[in-house]
Structure formats: C-alpha cells, structure tokens
C-alpha cells in the first residue's frame, strides 16, 4: 500500500486547522458578549445579566483551553511536515505569528485568570477592565492569523532576495488587497457561531423546564445578535466575492462551477461537476444571474476554469463546501428572524422552534468550515498565491509516519470534540446548581441596590 506524504501531509493540516478553528471562533464573539452581559450588569444591577455572564464564562474558559492546546500542535506543522514554506516565507510569515503571540496571546493570558477568577477579589471596575481586555486580546489574535492567511492569498509588500520573501512595506504586507475584507468576514462569522451556541443552549435549557431569567437573557441575546449580524454577513460575503473575483479568480469558477469563459453566465445553485468532463451533472441554474452577483452586471464578464488549464483548484470540493456555506446562512436567517419575531411579538417560542434552535446550536460551525474550505482549497495548487506551489513546501517524512500521526490527531480531536459538546450540555443541566459570580461593590462607586420585591428568583 503507498502513502503519499504530499497527500497525507495535506490532510493532516486540514484536521488540525478544522479542529483547531472551531474554539477561536467561539472565544473571539463569546469574549464580547460575556463584556456586554457584564456592562449590562453594572449599569442595570440585575441580576440576570451576572448569572448569565458566569454561566457563560465556564463556556469560555473551556473553548480556550483547546483552542490554546490545538494551536500549538498546529504550529508544529510548520517544522514537521512543511518546511518549505517557513523557509521561503519564514521572514514574512514568522514576525505575523510573532507579533500574535506578543499582543494578543499575552494580553488574553494575562488578564483571563481575572476574569475567571477575580470577580470576589478585585472591584468591580477591575474585572470589568480585565474582561474587555480579554475580548481585545481575542480580537487582535484574529487580527495577525487573518494578516497571515490574507497576504498568503493575495501577497503583497515583499520582495524576492536570495530565493527567499522578505517584507519590503509591512503596511502593504498586514492590510494585503483581500485582509479587510476577510476579517470582517470572519468576526461576523464568530458573531453567528456564538449567537447560535447562546440560543441553541439556552433553548435546551427552556425545554427542559428551565425558565430563570439568566436562561432568556441568553436566548434572547442569542437570537437577536444572530437576527442582526446574518444580513451584515450577506452584505460582507458579497463585498468579499467581489475581492475574490478581482485577485483569484480561479477560486471563483471553482466556487461557481463555471467552465467557461464568457458574459452573462448562470447561477449554478445544485449540481455534481466533473473536473475530467468539465460539465456539472444535474445542473440547475437560472441563466444571467451568476454574472449580476459577481459582476454586478447581468452581461459582466466572469472567467472560467477553462481560462487556468494547468492551474486552477479542485472543482468539486470548492463547488460543495460554498453552496453548504450558503445554504446554511440562508437558514440562519430564517431561523433567526422566525425566532426573533416570535420573542418580539409573543415574548415566547413554539416548542418545535426552541427544537430547532437546539438543533442548529453548532451551525455555525458548519458554515465556518465549509467557508474555511472554500477560501483554502479554492487556493490550490498555491500555498503562497503565485509565488510557492503547495507540493513544493512539503517535508521529505516517509507517507507511513505522516498516516500514522493523522490516525493519532483525528482520534484524538473527535474524542475531545465529542468530550467538549458533552460537557456544554452538561453544564446547561446543572446551570442552576452553581452559584453566581458576585461581585463587591466597589468602594468609590456603590451598586445600585435591588428591591426585595424585585429581585430575580433563578427559576420561576
């Protein structure tokens, strides 16, 4: 039997990155809505808002601790199974991951053990303070691995010296033509990806007849904050396509399944294609519109796969992972808006929406890979667009020890991931069991005192 050590070494990476991606995108948003439960908190005094804030911070700390263990596994990769690239592009690539670790990660570090465990220990103001940092340092984390996958897809502000990249304009080399777009592609996506976890989990715990105020302060942020973030992600996604169709578009008739050049091209919505036939079976498509939304032009222009005979990405899987993107926030919308009009109008949810809500609580996930998939896969065959081939990056390891630690890592991460989903729901059945995080009222600022008639009972 042979393994191919470019194939294996591929797949590797896609487990650890898949893996791995899933907990940053949850911290980057959960770390803002934990800042705005807390500032609710402090300017209303309700109760609600410091019990959701504790229940959700467990959710936090827990999303962390993998997304910080996965992380490191996965910059070992680097070294191990891709050498080329760190050697070609390590001038480049090492001061980004640097400057992540230095502003982002340390900032995160540093102030987490206060916000997880300083709320009895330090005023108020503090571990306001330390929560906002938090949910800054997740930010600027996304900020420089975004920078780094950015110019790796549309490279900019470097110079070729001695066979090796080196950055000439940093400027250039940080704000790449496609970063600005992809960021605010992606924090919008870990808006979503959290909305759904707040609604999803908190609808779970509504139909297993808890009904204390901390339980709808979550359900009712989840919905809502995914109501309002899925059409500004419509809007970012087509602004990003747009980028995308200007500097790679080879990944764009991969996405659209388009074989040929030419104007006033259809909007493929389902179909197999066929990379050695180059036709897609079962098509369906309605003629035009393909060119209006990339082009903005029924009659625009669009290029084909036919125009990158030699050097273009593997059809089939680009085509699939961006309709199940696609599909997927179209339900998002509905669900969320259908929900939200359903709180708004009835201050309540049908039994089967709250079902679901439950179901969909990792749908953000899903469109996140399937997203993930199309931006990295429809890069192929580049690592670094234009200037370094992914096959000539790759170490030189035997194919048996490259397959050999695959089976390790996908055993290992689908136990964790099962291990982490367990124990989110876990901690949803026992939520009313822990007691709130409560703070000291500060010495210079007193809390606003809460009526007995008015306090908040944690079950109704």
Same mark, same amino acid.
């Given at each position: 039997?042979?393994?191919?050590?470019?194939?294996?070494?591929?797949?590797?990476?896609?487990?650890?990155?898949?893996?791995?991606?899933?907990?940053?995108?949850?911290?980057?948003?959960?770390?803002?809505?934990?800042?705005?439960?807390?500032?609710?908190?402090?300017?209303?005094?309700?109760?609600?808002?410091?019990?959701?804030?504790?229940?959700?911070?467990?959710?936090?700390?827990?999303?962390?601790?993998?997304?910080?263990?996965?992380?490191?596994?996965?910059?070992?990769?680097?070294?191990?199974?891709?050498?080329?690239?760190?050697?070609?592009?390590?001038?480049?690539?090492?001061?980004?991951?640097?400057?992540?670790?230095?502003?982002?990660?340390?900032?995160?570090?540093?102030?987490?053990?206060?916000?997880?465990?300083?709320?009895?220990?330090?005023?108020?103001?503090?571990?306001?303070?330390?929560?906002?940092?938090?949910?800054?340092?997740?930010?600027?984390?996304?900020?420089?691995?975004?920078?780094?996958?950015?110019?790796?897809?549309?490279?900019?502000?470097?110079?070729?010296?001695?066979?090796?990249?080196?950055?000439?304009?940093?400027?250039?080399?940080?704000?790449?033509?496609?970063?600005?777009?992809?960021?605010?592609?992606?924090?919008?996506?870990?808006?979503?990806?959290?909305?759904?976890?707040?609604?999803?989990?908190?609808?779970?715990?509504?139909?297993?007849?808890?009904?204390?105020?901390?339980?709808?302060?979550?359900?009712?942020?989840?919905?809502?904050?995914?109501?309002?973030?899925?059409?500004?992600?419509?809007?970012?996604?087509?602004?990003?396509?747009?980028?995308?169709?200007?500097?790679?578009?080879?990944?764009?008739?991969?996405?659209?399944?388009?074989?040929?050049?030419?104007?006033?091209?259809?909007?493929?919505?389902?179909?197999?294609?066929?990379?050695?036939?180059?036709?897609?079976?079962?098509?369906?498509?309605?003629?035009?519109?393909?060119?209006?939304?990339?082009?903005?032009?029924?009659?625009?222009?669009?290029?084909?796969?036919?125009?990158?005979?030699?050097?273009?990405?593997?059809?089939?899987?680009?085509?699939?992972?961006?309709?199940?993107? +696609? @599909?997927?926030?179209?339900?998002? /919308? &509905?669900?969320?808006?259908?929900?939200?009009?359903? =709180?708004? $109008? *009835? !201050? #309540?949810?049908?039994?089967?929406?709250?079902?679901?809500?439950?179901?969909?609580?990792?749908?953000?996930?899903?469109?996140?890979?399937?997203?993930?998939?199309?931006?990295?896969?429809?890069?192929?065959?580049?690592?670094?667009?234009?200037?370094?081939?992914?096959?000539?990056?790759?170490?030189?390891?035997?194919?048996?020890?490259?397959?050999?630690?695959?089976?390790?890592? +996908? @055993?290992?991460?689908?136990?964790? /991931? &099962?291990?982490?989903?367990?124990?989110?729901?876990? =901690?949803? $059945? *026992? !939520? #009313?069991?822990?007691?709130?995080?409560?703070?000291?009222?500060?010495?210079?600022?007193?809390?606003?005192?809460?009526?007995?008639?008015?306090?908040?009972?944690?079950?109704?």
């Amino acid at each position: 039997m042979s393994f191919d050590p470019f194939i294996l070494s591929r797949l590797q990476f896609a487990a650890n990155i898949s893996f791995h991606i899933l907990f940053p995108t949850i911290t980057i948003g959960l770390a803002w809505v934990l800042v705005y439960f807390k500032l609710r908190y402090r300017h209303s005094g309700e109760e609600r808002w410091m019990l959701a804030y504790g229940f959700w911070v467990k959710v936090f700390a827990l999303s962390f601790g993998l997304g910080v263990v996965s992380g490191v596994t996965m910059s070992f990769q680097f070294g191990t199974n891709w050498p080329g690239f760190m050697d070609f592009a390590g001038n480049i690539a090492g001061p980004l991951l640097a400057y992540e670790v230095l502003t982002a990660f340390f900032l995160e570090a540093t102030f987490l053990g206060i916000m997880l465990f300083g709320s009895r220990r330090v005023s108020p103001a503090v571990h306001t303070g330390a929560t906002i940092l938090v949910a800054v340092g997740t930010t600027l984390s996304a900020f420089w691995i975004l920078a780094l996958n950015s110019w790796m897809q549309t490279p900019a502000g470097y110079a070729l010296i001695d066979g090796r990249l080196h950055g000439v304009d940093w400027l250039a080399v940080i704000f790449n033509p496609s970063f600005p777009y992809r960021l605010v592609h992606t924090l919008i996506a870990s808006g979503l990806t959290v909305a759904f976890l707040l609604a999803g989990i908190s609808a779970y715990r509504w139909l297993r007849g808890d009904r204390c105020l901390e339980m709808a302060a979550g359900l009712r942020t989840g919905v809502y904050l995914a109501a309002m973030l899925i059409p500004l992600q419509i809007i970012a996604g087509d602004l990003h396509g747009l980028n995308t169709l200007r500097h790679q578009p080879a990944k764009i008739a991969a996405m659209e399944g388009i074989w040929t050049t030419g104007r006033g091209v259809p909007a493929v919505l389902f179909g197999w294609p066929d990379e050695i036939e180059k036709k897609t079976y079962g098509e369906v498509a309605i003629p035009r519109l393909g060119s209006f939304y990339l082009t903005h032009d029924f009659e625009g222009e669009v290029q084909g796969i036919d125009a990158f005979p030699d050097l273009h990405p593997p059809v089939l899987p680009v085509f699939l992972a961006f309709r199940v993107m +696609v @599909g997927t926030g179209v339900l998002m /919308l &509905l669900v969320s808006w259908l929900a939200a009009w359903n =709180l708004i $109008r *009835r !201050a #309540s949810l049908p039994t089967w929406l709250a079902r679901v809500l439950v179901a969909m609580t990792f749908s953000g996930w899903i469109a996140l890979l399937a997203g993930w998939y199309v931006t990295e896969i429809g890069r192929q065959p580049w690592l670094i667009s234009g200037l370094l081939l992914t096959r000539d990056a790759v170490s030189n390891v035997p194919g048996e020890m490259v397959g050999l630690s695959l089976a390790g890592y +996908v @055993g290992l991460y689908g136990f964790l /991931l &099962l291990s982490y989903i367990s124990v989110l729901f876990y =901690l949803a $059945r *026992r !939520a #009313s069991d822990y007691p709130p995080p409560a703070e000291p009222p500060a010495a210079e600022t007193p809390q606003p005192l809460i009526p007995d008639d008015s306090k908040e009972p944690r079950h109704g």
